[in-house]
């Protein structure tokens, strides 16, 4: 299903524990015109438990889109994205890698762990904006996602 057929907005969970960074993918996607509901989350720990609609999380919804930082506390992304290929009920949900780092050795470690995509973060607001128009536009207009069933 593409989101944009649905007329329902995306639900999108970022984990990411830069609160400027979080603070750049929401004008990001509210400049790009993208219905999106975007969900937070600080670590890795934080993401595991939302996926699983665990303690605080019971009613979250399930995301059509997660983007993950790779360098954060307690859990890092390596370790989540390792998480959720291995559990069958999470490996469904496309994740994306939008991190500040462009070590050869962590975009090929990650898509060995299956990512969908491996994005660097450009420094730059309006470079930033036009990233995550374009990842709107792939994920939501042109991919076929996964019903909930």
Known sequence: MKIIETGRPAEVLLVEDNENDV?????????ARFTVNLHHVENGVQCLQFLRKEGAFKDAPSPDLILLDLNMPIMDGREVLAAIVKDEELCKFPVVILTTSAEEQDILDTYKLRCSSYIVKPVDFRQFQRVVEELGNYWFTIVILPSEE
């Open 23 to 31: 603070i750049l993918t929401r004008r990001g996607f509210e400049s």
